[in-house]
């Protein structure tokens, strides 16, 4: 499987044309070409042979295998424009000859790679798109010695066309934040302690790499020199700075800002998170929804169709004796003009690709486009507790230990029990004190951690962990998150951490209510702990959950609702696997949600919830706002060319206009 970059492929419906090309080449096993991020991914016996097809379709596009900066430039329609307006005001002043000879100039710049495209979709034998659809309507308003006219379809077609690629273009700049290039080469310390070059998907885990101020940190990494002010917009779209130090972890896609720091790495190239987080954009927009694939298989049959209705209109009033054959032909021609499928096409994917991008700049990852239908469906909120509703930077407000013990002694047994956990309750603590070397270790779902070490086993959880354990613990009625340390099967005492609601948690849930979602907290912490957080959300919650109990309660409200779960924790994968829509909380949640998540919050932001619906409900809304105004137009104008109240004109706003207002109206998802 190999993976190339389309540089110059501004055209959805080119996109379709190179695919569908690929497929039927018999050396082709499979095939996807992700038209807004120009991404191709092959599998062939023969790349040579695809390669080339690539290059017969669409001359102009360049085929690379790293992702590049793309340049879009605008010195061929400057020369089109002038051409076509200096020979209209010849025309005007009656200076016929020179007025020919820039109106033949300003032809033949913009019919170029028109007139390319379509001889090479007729060797491709595709009869019917809109290269063809354009010249053969051109060299009919040729016969018909409307000269102006023949130009005017050439030249405005051409302008549109590179309106709307340049839409396109700068549409990618919204996905940038998650598409950057990463450093190809990177300094990394020998065995000497001196500093190399290395490609980065060469540099294995473990290895220590030098990145300088200004730079991009490419793999993902531990510091282990240095300090300095990290920029993580690139992942998270957070424009303040954070702070890092020495053992902090740090991210691929972020940059330094000052000074230079030392990152020992921990994931390699084609594991790190930019990677990943790329991959699962490219995916995202890959993906087709059900408007999409209709619109699809309708422009399949559309201009065929198109093409026979305009010979009709031409012909069958004629034969009847209705008017001469020109004044007919004329009025085909605005039909054949007007039914220009271009602006269907290329608007209603760029409408998801759009909302794709708005969601990314706001931190929100949506890996699949079809995800926005299934937002569109839900009814029910389900949020996990600890570390989604709540902050999760628990900290400890007592330590309780037996009369026996000293609390010293019960945090170090604690510290020990928690060093190898991710889970947030074990960021509250801190590294050991002193050397355990662990022979094994467990983390049980919802329950807490048991390690084992040479001559002693330490339990460190709720209540639940101690009765498995047939450890008796004594009962606390306290408002906090209480951690039961027990030792060789002897209780010690427990710890007592406080958890504190998120500021945007009580705006969160308002506002999902005003969207008409019932929202419901589910949490494995005991009831009174949930109610002292939650009492100010007015919301139904079910406590001491088990990860099955999550899993059984989605379950069972799937009877009747759609729903869609926020979470964070290992324990709450079973979930976020289940939900209709499963969201992770995307930087700090657990690895295994990311992956079995439909969206990640890549903000430490909760409003991203409520943004995720903001953005669909605008999507959808603009969509069918571009359906009704597209065929609306479209339609009028096919109805005022037959009766002769169109001329071409008109036509030519209903192909071009129609498809920058289309543009323009998908570029509003942008404002929300």
């Known amino acids: 499987m190999k993976k190339f970059y389309l540089k110059n492929l501004d055209c959805a419906n080119c996109a379709k044309k190179i695919l569908d090309a690929l497929n039927e080449l018999q050396s082709t096993k499979f095939a996807t070409l992700n038209f807004p991020v120009n991404v191709l991914t092959i599998e062939s016996d023969n790349i040579k042979e695809a390669l080339q097809k690539i290059v017969e379709l669409e001359p102009k596009v360049e085929i690379t295998e790293e992702l590049g900066e793309e340049k879009i430039s605008h010195y061929k329609i400057f020369c089109i424009l002038t051409s076509?307006?200096?020979?209209?005001?010849?025309?005007?002043?009656?200076?016929?000859i020179l007025g020919y000879i820039f109106l033949a100039l300003a032809y033949f710049v913009a019919i170029k790679n028109i007139l390319l495209s379509a001889i090479e979709n007729i060797k491709a034998r595709i009869f019917f798109d809109e290269n063809v659809l354009m010249l053969s309507s051109s060299i009919a308003a040729f016969f018909l010695d409307a000269y102006i006219e023949a130009t005017a379809i050439i030249v405005f077609y051409a302008?549109?066309?590179?309106?709307?690629?340049?839409?396109?273009?700068k549409s990618k700049d919204s996905l940038k934040i998650l598409t950057r290039v990463l450093s190809k080469n990177i300094e990394v310390l020998d065995s000497q302690n001196k500093i190399i070059?290395?490609?980065?998907?060469?540099?294995?885990?473990?290895?220590?790499?030098?990145?300088?101020?200004?730079?991009?940190?490419?793999?993902?990494?531990?510091?282990?020199?240095?300090?300095?002010?990290?920029?993580?917009?690139a992942i998270n779209g957070e424009s303040v700075p954070v702070l890092c130090r020495v053992g902090d972890e740090v991210l691929s896609g972020s940059f330094v800002l000052e000074t230079s720091l030392k990152i020992r790495v921990t994931h390699t190239h084609d594991k790190s998170f930019m990677t990943k987080m790329q991959d699962l954009l490219e995916n995202a927009i890959t993906q087709k929804t059900r408007v999409q694939h209709f619109i699809t298989r309708f422009s399949q049959y559309y201009t065929p169709m198109v093409f026979i209705f305009a010979i009709a209109v031409c012909l069958i009033p004629y034969l009847l004796g209705y008017g001469d054959f020109k004044e007919w032909f004329y009025r085909?021609?605005?039909v054949l003009m007007v039914s220009c499928p271009c602006a269907l096409v290329l608007a209603i994917p760029?409408?998801?690709?759009?909302?794709?991008?708005?969601?990314?700049?706001?931190?929100i990852l949506i890996k699949d486009a079809r995800i926005f239908e299934k937002i569109l469906r839900i009814q029910m909120v389900i949020f996990d507790k600890t570390g989604t509703l709540t902050t999760g930077q628990l900290s400890i407000q007592e330590i309780k230990p037996q009369p026996t013990i000293k609390q010293e002694e019960l945090l170090d047994l604690a510290n020990l029990a928690m060093q190898r956990s991710t889970h947030l309750i074990a960021k509250s603590f801190a590294p050991p004190k002193k050397n355990f070397e662990i022979k094994s270790y467990k983390e049980v779902l919802g329950r807490g951690v048991v390690v084992c070490g040479e001559d002693e086993e330490i339990l460190a959880g709720n209540a639940l962990l101690m009765q498995e354990n047939n450890v008796f613990c004594e009962e606390v009625d306290r408002v906090g998150l209480v951690v039961h340390i027990a030792k060789n099967k002897k209780y010690q005492g427990y710890i007592l951490l406080h958890d504190s609601l998120r500021d945007e948690a009580q705006e969160v849930v308002k506002n999902l209510k005003d969207l008409s979602?019932?929202?419901?907290?589910?949490?494995?912490?005991?009831?009174?702990?949930?109610?002292?957080?939650?009492?100010?959300?007015?919301?139904?919650?079910?406590?001491?959950?088990l990860p099955q109990d999550k899993y059984e309660i989605i379950k069972e409200y799937q009877k009747e609702k759609r729903v869609l779960?926020?979470?964070?924790?290992?324990?709450?994968?079973?979930?976020?696997s289940v939900a209709d829509v499963g969201v992770s909380m995307g930087v700090g949640g657990?690895?295994?949600?990311?992956?079995?998540?439909?969206?990640?919050?890549?903000?430490?932001?909760?409003?991203?919830?409520?943004?995720?619906?903001?953005?669909?409900?605008?999507?959808?809304?603009?969509?069918?706002?571009?359906?009704?105004?597209?065929?609306?137009?479209?339609?009028?104008?096919?109805?005022?060319?037959?009766?002769?109240?169109?001329?071409?004109?008109?036509?030519?706003?209903?192909?071009?206009?129609?498809?920058?207002?289309?543009?323009?109206?998908?570029?509003?998802?942008?404002?929300?």
């Not at 290895?207 to 240095?226: K, Y």
């Not at 706003?653 to 543009?663: E, H, K, P, Q, R």
């Open 84 to 96: 076509f307006f200096v020979a209209l005001a010849f025309l005007f002043f009656d200076f016929k």
């Open 159 to 169: 302008l549109g066309e590179h309106l709307q690629n340049f839409a396109v273009f």
């Open 197 to 233: 070059k290395k490609e980065v998907s060469v540099v294995s885990v473990g290895e220590i790499i030098v990145v300088g101020a200004g730079s991009q940190i490419p793999l993902d990494g531990v510091i282990v020199e240095g300090e300095g002010y990290i920029d993580t917009q």
């Open 332 to 334: 085909a021609l605005v």
């Open 350 to 363: 760029l409408g998801y690709f759009i909302a794709i991008g708005r969601a990314s700049k706001e931190g």
């Open 517 to 545: 979602q019932e929202v419901i907290v589910i949490s494995g912490d005991n009831a009174k702990n949930v109610e002292s957080i939650t009492k100010t959300l007015s919301c139904k919650t079910f406590s001491q959950t």
């Open 565 to 576: 779960f926020v979470g964070d924790g290992l324990n709450d994968a079973p979930a976020i």
């Open 590 to 672: 657990n690895d295994i949600n990311k992956q079995n998540a439909d969206i990640l919050l890549l903000r430490d932001d909760l409003m991203g919830v409520v943004k995720i619906f903001l953005i669909t409900k605008k999507m959808r809304k603009i969509l069918w706002q571009n359906i009704g105004m597209i065929f609306g137009i479209k339609i009028l104008l096919v109805l005022c060319g037959i009766f002769g109240m169109a001329e071409i004109w008109e036509a030519i706003f209903g192909d071009v206009g129609v498809s920058l207002l289309a543009l323009l109206n998908a570029w509003r998802i942008f404002r929300i």
